[in-house]
């Protein structure tokens, strides 16, 4: 992506005085996207940092198992109970494509068939999850007519495995 530089741009002790405990994205970030977006250079706003002290979170994306599985996460449930997985439609669609046969492993051992379908409308039943490719890019779990999160018991954060169905 090219060259980068690094600022902290935490505001002066005393400034969030004022500041919600819960809109930081109101009053902390909006400011500072204003700032940038009318031209005010970056070392205006804070302090240059060596890229040396960024600190780099751990893969957030889909790992392989050992066993074969892969290890997801939920990203996310919409207002009709599908969970958003850490899953980017493309490849990983394909790869799971070439399994055959799919199935949801939860973190407690229960597993729940699953099938890759394209729409909400060609899932099969009720007890069968649909795994698309969500408007967000991402895989996603869902039920016919039902919440996926609420039948399954997830949320947000957490853990499950795609295995093939075959290998159960």
């Known amino acids: ?18 500041v919600s405990r819960t809109f930081h994205g ?10 940038l977006a009318t031209g ?6 804070g302090t240059f940092l060596p890229l040396e002290q960024a ?10 198992r050992p066993d074969g599985a892969l290890a997801v996460r939920v990203l ?11 899953v ?15 199935a949801v492993r939860l973190a407690d051992g229960t597993v729940f068939p699953a099938v890759l379908a394209e ?18 890019g991402h895989l996603e779990l869902a039920l016919d007519r039902d919440s996926a999160a609420r039948r399954l018991g997830l ?5 499950l495995h795609l295995v093939s169905g075959e290998t159960l």
């Open 26 to 35: 109101r009053d902390v970030f909006a400011p500072l996207a204003a700032q």
């Open 119 to 136: 729409t909400y409308a060609v899932l099969p039943s009720r007890d069968v999850l649909g795994v698309l490719a969500g408007s967000q």
């Open 76 to 86: 996310h449930v919409d207002r009709f109970g599908n969970c958003i997985l850490n």
């Open 55 to 64: 600190v780099r979170l751990p893969d957030a994306g889909p790992a392989w």
């Open 40 to 45: 005010v250079a970056p070392a205006a706003i």
């Open 1 to 18: 992506p090219g060259p980068a530089n690094l600022y902290d741009v935490t505001p002066p002790r005393g400034a969030l005085d004022a």
């Open 155 to 159: 949320h947000p954060g957490d853990a």
């Open 88 to 102: 980017p439609a493309e490849p990983w669609r394909d790869a799971l494509a070439a399994w055959g046969s799919l």
